[in-house]
């Protein structure tokens, strides 16, 4: 069976983000929800216990312990996404390395002398172009390994968290196309209904996007 995974820790979402996953996908995937706190989740999600981190950045990248069932894939959904069309076809995008979202959202050009779309690692800035909001895997166990072989290597490494670990460490993967995913803040701050998740992503510097995407989508959906 295809599987959505999801990670809450601290105080940031609460379980009514996991449920919601679980309600608008109909609830017709095997859900796995790591946290440091179950309760409140569906009885119908399991559930992995971690330990939170307060300083930790890096919390994604033990997710990639979690190895898919023989022939299946998961797909992993941060809780500032929100789910616009059925996701069913999403599965379909991984055949054998992982997915993970291209910022396609950037524009092109230089900044600073770096084209965009081609950051090379600097140990002050280290930049990416991934987002993690939206991953697939089948078995991508060897990242997580390579990560806890030297821990605290990577953490000082990378002090913007594991986008930037997953752009820059020599890991290959796939990308979304960039008609299935888009950034609302981040990508003209509208509601693109034929798109099929919209990423929330820059709530800790926008607070205020998230009802602005509720109070659009609504409207649309109401037109």
Same mark, same amino acid.
């Given at each position: 069976?295809?599987?959505?995974?999801?990670?809450?820790?601290?105080?940031?979402?609460?379980?009514?983000?996991?449920?919601?996953?679980?309600?608008?996908?109909?609830?017709?995937?095997?859900?796995?929800?790591?946290?440091?706190?179950?309760?409140?989740?569906?009885? %119908?999600?399991?559930?992995? +216990?971690?330990? !939170?981190? &307060?300083?930790?950045?890096?919390?994604?990248? =033990?997710?990639?312990?979690? /190895?898919?069932?023989?022939?299946?894939?998961?797909?992993?959904?941060?809780?500032?996404?929100?789910?616009?069309?059925?996701? %069913?076809?999403?599965?379909? +995008?991984?055949? !054998?390395? &992982?997915?993970?979202?291209?910022?396609?959202? =950037?524009?092109?050009?230089? /900044?600073?002398?770096?084209?965009?779309?081609?950051?090379?690692?600097?140990?002050?800035?280290?930049?990416?172009?991934?987002?993690?909001?939206?991953?697939?895997?089948?078995?991508?166990?060897?990242?997580?390994?390579?990560?806890?072989?030297?821990?605290?290597?990577?953490?000082?490494?990378?002090?913007?968290?594991?986008?930037?670990?997953?752009?820059?460490?020599?890991?290959?993967?796939?990308?979304?196309?960039?008609?299935?995913?888009?950034?609302?803040?981040?990508?003209?701050?509208?509601?693109?209904?034929?798109?099929?998740?919209?990423?929330?992503?820059?709530?800790?510097?926008?607070?205020?996007?998230?009802?602005?995407?509720?109070?659009?989508?609504?409207?649309?959906?109401?037109?």
């Amino acid at each position: 069976m295809k599987t959505i995974l999801t990670l809450k820790y601290g105080d940031k979402y609460t379980s009514n983000d996991v449920n919601s996953i679980h309600e608008h996908t109909e609830g017709k995937f095997n859900y796995i929800c790591v946290t440091d706190d179950p309760k409140g989740l569906h009885p %119908d999600i399991k559930v992995i +216990y971690i330990e !939170h981190e &307060p300083d930790g950045n890096m919390e994604k990248i =033990k997710l990639f312990q979690i /190895k898919a069932d023989e022939g299946e894939t998961i797909l992993y959904l941060d809780l500032d996404i929100r789910i616009q069309k059925p996701i %069913d076809h999403l599965f379909d +995008y991984c055949t !054998h390395n &992982p997915v993970i979202c291209y910022t396609y959202w =950037k524009e092109r050009g230089e /900044k600073e002398g770096i084209p965009i779309h081609d950051f090379p690692y600097h140990a002050s800035h280290p930049l990416s172009n991934y987002n993690s909001s939206v991953m697939l895997w089948k078995d991508a166990t060897y990242i997580w390994r390579k990560y806890a072989m030297n821990e605290h290597k990577y953490r000082k490494k990378y002090p913007y968290g594991d986008d930037t670990f997953l752009y820059h460490e020599g890991f290959t993967f796939e990308h979304f196309p960039k008609e299935e995913i888009y950034s609302y803040m981040f990508d003209g701050r509208t509601y693109q209904k034929d798109k099929t998740i919209c990423l929330l992503n820059g709530q800790d510097q926008y607070p205020e996007i998230a009802k602005e995407y509720d109070e659009l989508c609504m409207h649309q959906v109401g037109d």
